[in-house]
């Protein structure tokens, strides 16, 4: 198996994932969006608040906004020695006090931990005109966005199979299917149509071509044919900057091989096959 980058950087990666089942690449694209934690804001006490927006609805906003979370400070709550009631190794407290005319942004709120700040500051939470003001204490955890979709690390995440198009002797370069194509992939070249190069990761596996190149009369099969490759995948993978998109995919990766481990470790003990004695048979 192998992950070859198109491009990353913090916030935004494109790879292939070659050599993989179609499971195995789902539970990749579930274990970046719902396994990789990462703190949110949690609990909110609400000292004051003349603005126009509810409690309810100022600590829905305060619950969206993504934290940077460095990897190995905090431990999730679920698994954490306070047992979820919250302590210094799984939360982090904030205090938010803003007195209008003004608007109130993410860099508004204050971390006990430095390293903990909102990953954007310009983020805006509620509008004050004139003597309105919000002062607060906020609360944010470690979990997961199995629990909770504010605990996901990623904005999107996805992927799609790898696409193969191939063209047989019997087109003619009409060019019904170049017209057609949404992604504008495809070329007549030579008298045969053929992929523009390097665009054709871009195919969105849609078949327009296919039903055009039907559409000329060409008979029951058509000359162009679009496959896609069940053991290689293209994923988009867009993170909201809680972490970087590459320590999603690290520790998305960590805990498949973790719970892989432990079902093989589980697998053994029924069998009443302990790892070593495997080895030694080896
Ligand atoms: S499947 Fe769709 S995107 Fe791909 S080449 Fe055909 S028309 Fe274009
Ligand atoms: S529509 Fe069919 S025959 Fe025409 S260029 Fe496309 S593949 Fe060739
Ligand atoms: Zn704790």
Redesign the pocket.
């Known amino acids: 198996m192998e992950i070859v980058f198109s491009c990353i950087d913090d916030s935004a990666a494109r790879f292939r994932l070659e050599g993989a089942s179609t499971s195995f690449a789902n539970a990749f694209r579930r274990a970046m969006m719902g396994e990789v934690p990462s703190l949110a804001i949690e609990g909110v006490r609400i000292y004051d608040n003349t603005s126009a927006l509810f409690d309810e609805m100022l600590a829905h906003r305060l619950g969206l906004i993504p934290i940077r979370t460095e990897p190995g400070c905090y431990v999730q709550r679920e698994k954490c020695t306070c047992e979820g009631s919250g302590c210094d190794r799984c939360s982090v407290t904030y205090t938010l006090s803003v007195e209008g005319p003004g608007m109130v942004y993410s860099r508004d709120l204050i971390p006990q931990d430095p390293r903990a700040v909102p990953a954007l500051d310009n983020i805006p939470i509620a509008k004050l005109t004139k003597d309105q003001k919000v002062v607060l204490e906020a609360r944010a955890v470690m979990s997961t966005g199995k629990v909770h979709s504010k605990w996901q690390p990623t904005t999107a995440c996805g992927y799609k199979n790898y ?1 193969e ?1 191939e063209v047989s002797d019997r087109c003619d370069a009409c060019g019904q ?1 170049v017209d ?4 504008g ?2 070329i007549t070249t030579g008298g045969h149509v053929t ?1 523009i190069e390097g665009r054709l990761e ?9 039903r ?1 190149c039907l559409n000329t009369g060409i008979g029951e099969e058509s000359a ?1 044919r ?1 496959k896609s490759d069940g053991s290689r995948f293209i994923f988009v993978v867009e993170g909201d900057g809680s972490l970087t998109v590459r320590e999603v995919i690290e520790k998305a990766l960590e805990y498949l091989k973790s719970e892989s481990d432990e079902l093989c470790e589980k697998i053994g003990e029924l069998s009443g096959v302990t790892g070593d004695e495997e080895d030694k048979d080896e």
């Open positions: 696409p198009i299917c057609e194509c949404p992604r992939i495809l992929v871009e195919c969105s596996l849609c078949r327009l071509c296919e055009a162009i679009v």
